[in-house]
């Protein structure tokens, strides 16, 4: 049995990967889903987390938001530190904006958790949801709610559309680069 082992900057995404990526990866492979508690300590910790990690036939996959910073360069430093622990095969994705920009990306997915109508999709800021400047806050506007990250992830994720028409670029490509890893035969 192989294993994925996803790294993230804090529970919810935890939360996020287990509700979609068991509908992506093939039936074999085995999920670990290791948070954090924020981007300092998931950057301080997970050359030492990738170079212990024991178990055979295992991949990696490391998620965090860019926040504020460059997309590319943030890549560039977590790529640098999975070399650095022996791991260069693996896979990092950056949530462009922040994790609530996938949910953004698929207000049917909204409505469906919380039984509440959405704005409109076409709307220019849900359409690329990934340039929203603060997505958690957006999300709470819709919802009437202050930022809630855990119940959101466990409330939204299961119903999150993995075809591709999900507006966050970001989701979509975090989406294709677990395909290329673990193709479905």
């Known amino acids: 049995m192989s294993c ?14 287990k509700a979609v990526l068991p509908s992506v990866l093939p039936g074999d492979v085995v999920l670990k889903c290791v948070p954090f508690q924020g981007k300092q300590d998931f950057e301080n910790n997970i050359e030492r987390k990738i ?7 295992t991949k990696f996959l490391l998620i965090r938001d860019r ?13 640098a530190i999975c070399k650095k ?4 095969d693996a896979l990092v994705r950056i949530a462009c904006g922040e994790l609530e920009s ?37 999300l709470g506007k819709i919802l009437s709610s202050s930022e809630q ?18 507006c966050s670029h970001s989701f979509n490509v975090l989406l294709s680069g677990v395909r290329k890893l673990y193709p479905k035969t």
């Open 51 to 57: 170079r212990n990690w024991r178990t055979p036939d």
């Open 149 to 166: 990250k855990l119940r959101w992830a466990r409330m939204i994720s299961p119903f999150l559309s993995l075809d591709g028409s999900n």
């Open 4 to 17: 994925l082992v996803a790294l993230v900057e804090e529970p919810s995404a935890a939360l996020f990967l």
């Open 85 to 88: 622990a022996g791991r260069q």
């Open 102 to 138: 996938f949910y953004l990306g698929d207000l049917n997915a909204v409505a469906l958790a919380f039984g509440k109508k959405m704005p409109s999709q076409r709307l220019a800021k849900f359409r690329n949801p990934d340039q929203l400047g603060n997505a958690s806050q957006e």
């Open 67 to 79: 926040d504020s910073e460059d997309c590319l360069a943030v890549k560039k430093r977590l790529l």
